[in-house]
T-cell receptor, first 110, second 114 residues
Framework: SQTIHQWPATLVQPVGSPLSLECTVEGTSNPNLYWYRQAAGRGLQLLFYSVGIGQISSEVPQNLSASRPQDRQFILSSKKLLLSDSGFYLCACNRYNEQFFGPGTRLTVL | AQSVTQLGSHVSVSEGALVLLRCNYSSSVPPYLFWYVQYPNQGLQLLLKYTSAATLVKGINGFEAEFKKSETSFHLTKPSAHMSDAAEYFC????????????FGSGTRLLVRP
């Protein structure tokens, strides 16, 4: 079965600083990969998804970008963080019509 | 466009009582539907899914959900609540294209009283 790793688990960053969150997947090949954000007290918003290496689809215009340099690696980045980027970021992969989620990264922008 | 509505941002039940969490969906094609549970500061765990087979779906931890096309509903139930069921629950609908994107409801926080 697949396992999703995310790091770091928590992160506190100042406004205007860069961001790099990493997600890696084990136990499956050529998965669809997803980045979601969960703001405090709110549901999950799909940010990006990828159906293959180098293929990124953005769901909402924002201050973030995503890249998929390897089959099982998905990276979420920002050049300059905003206060509104704070939240809980979840990576997910798809297998057999189900999405499996990683443990998440809690990002606080001060 | 697909959408999901979860009625009630908070539901409170007594331990041993019936749990009913409501989910209604909007979709122009037969959907795939999911219920996920999230414990504090953790990722989401799949409880159950509907993919156009049996309309009554049984999941983990004693939960089940019934797909009702006429009501466009997929409510989650459990006959007897346990303290460990206290968590946030999300209903989601999936695009049936190659992206398999999930559209989530806003979530329902289940509180279980002793």
């Amino acid at each position: 079965s697949q396992t999703i790793h995310q790091w770091p688990a928590t992160l506190v960053q100042p406004v205007g600083s860069p961001l790099s969150l990493e997600c890696t997947v084990e136990g499956t090949s050529n998965p669809n990969l997803y980045w979601y954000r969960q703001a405090a007290g709110r549901g999950l918003q799909l940010l990006f998804y990828s159906v293959g290496i180098g293929q990124i689809s953005s769901e909402v215009p924002q201050n973030l970008s995503a890249s998929r340099p390897q089959d099982r690696q998905f990276i979420l980045s920002s050049k300059k963080l905003l206060l509104s980027d704070s939240g809980f970021y979840l990576c997910a992969c798809n297998r057999y019509n189900e999405q499996f989620f990683g443990p998440g990264t809690r990002l606080t922008v001060l | 466009a697909q959408s999901v509505t979860q009625l009630g941002s908070h539901v409170s039940v007594s331990e041993g009582a019936l749990v009913l969490l409501r989910c209604n969906y909007s979709s122009s094609v037969p959907p795939y539907l999911f219920w996920y549970v999230q414990y504090p500061n953790q990722g989401l765990q799949l409880l159950l899914k509907y993919t156009s087979a049996a309309t009554l779906v049984k999941g983990i931890n004693g939960f089940e959900a019934e797909f009702k096309k006429s009501e466009t509903s997929f409510h989650l139930t459990k006959p007897s609540a346990h303290m460990s069921d206290a968590a946030e629950y999300f209903c989601a609908v999936s695009d049936q294209d190659s992206s398999y994107k999930l559209i989530f409801g806003s979530g329902t926080r289940l509180l279980v009283r002793p």
